[in-house]
């Protein structure tokens, strides 16, 4: 019987049971204690993997535990307002997630019955549910053993394996997806899964892998030939586009600050910012934009103060260079206008990006 009808041909010669064995002991002794681990809720695994996407792990841990805290299970995020949700994913970027995660999460709650469904073909048609995730939560949370295929992963099977695919070329992610398949422990698929994503993050790092700490060197192809810091292959990408934006701190004799929500789709959808224009340089100075363009948005007059500060803040794809003003502003909000006035006090329930949220913090340095 030809090995090939068996497993995939990267794996001839490939002892797949010793490395199952040697990946599972290690993870099971060495694995860190993080929050999500402590029960397989499946929803908690979700909303874990769903922050864990573009952040790391230090940091996702303190919002994890505060996001489960108020919303403890399926039902309480279903049933919360998006203010809440967005409130509670301050900070950590990338806001489609939140979004996505609740409009999914009420999907369980309505069609489901509140239960995160167990088959890569119901849970994968939900909101925000790609291949990765899929393969996370019905792994760890329900034991199926499910390929769950990420960068992470990518870069350890390269090395393992030596495939010398580009992994940024998002065809490479099949051939990885039906290697794990034939891979993957049908025995423990939770631990299976969880011990490449942790070898990855703890030892098999994108720079300088740490080789001689590695529970499954001995299976490594790219160790035994010396090439473990050339792979993965993956080709850059383009560069980012610099936007150059004027933002206004601007406040009325009632303590009021003005601050408005962003479109309800695209970038940073439904946060609140504080009053900011693309700068176009036929317009005259920053502080005179400002002032022209409050007034034609929104009929408002304002009175720009001093400069306090430039804010850079780097998307994955373009990066925002802000020049931010303090100043006052005087006349009548219309009703259909997407501005608000909010005291300082009334400001703490609104959620705002990163860089605003720096804004602020500079504004109030200048006022101690």
Not at 203 to 231: I, N, Y
Not at 273 to 298: C, H, I, R, W
């Amino acid at each position: 019987m030809k090995k090939e009808s068996i497993h995939h041909e990267r794996l001839d010669d490939f002892d797949i049971y010793g490395f199952q064995d040697d990946l599972i002991t290690w993870f099971e002794r060495e694995q860190r204690i993080l929050p999500w681990r402590k029960d397989q809720d499946p929803y908690k695994v979700w909303v874990s993997e769903i922050m864990l996407q573009q952040t790391k792990v230090d940091t996702v841990i303190p919002y994890f535990n505060s996001f489960i805290e108020q919303f403890p299970n399926i039902q309480s995020l279903a049933e919360a307002e998006e203010d809440r949700v967005l409130k509670a994913w301050e900070g950590l970027g990338y806001y489609s997630r939140a979004r996505n995660l609740q409009s999914a999460v009420r999907e369980v709650h309505e069609n489901y019955g509140g239960i995160v469904p167990n088959t890569p073909k119901e849970i994968s048609t939900l909101k925000g549910v790609g291949p990765y995730t899929t393969g996370a939560i019905l792994s760890i949370a329900y034991g199926v053993p499910e390929p769950a295929v990420d960068g992470n992963v990518m870069r350890v099977l390269s090395r393992i394996l030596l495939i010398r695919e580009d992994i940024a070329k998002p065809k490479t992610r099949k051939i990885f997806e039906e290697v794990i398949r034939d891979l993957i422990s049908k025995e423990n698929p939770s631990y299976f899964n969880q011990g490449l994503m942790e070898l990855g993050a703890m030892v098999c790092t994108p720079t300088s892998p740490s080789c001689l700490l590695c529970p499954v060197r001995e299976h490594c192809r790219a160790f035994a030939e010396g090439v473990q810091r050339e792979l993965p292959v993956k080709t850059k990408k383009k560069s980012t586009k610099q936007v150059a934006l004027v933002a206004g701190i601007l406040q009325d004799h009632d303590g009021r600050f003005l601050i408005h929500r962003r479109p309800s789709e695209g970038l940073l959808a439904n946060l609140w910012e504080f009053p900011n224009f693309v700068k176009v340089d036929e317009l005259g100075t920053a502080k005179q934009q400002l002032q022209q363009l409050m007034s034609t948005e929104y009929g408002l007059n304002i009175t720009p103060g001093d400069f306090i500060c430039d804010i850079k803040h780097v998307f994955s794809h373009l990066v925002w260079d802000v020049n931010v003003y303090v100043g006052s502003w005087s006349g009548e909000l219309s009703q259909d206008s997407d501005l608000v006035a909010v005291t300082v006090e009334e400001m703490k329930e609104y959620a705002f990006p990163v860089s605003h949220q720096n804004m602020w913090k500079e504004y109030l340095k200048t006022i101690e």
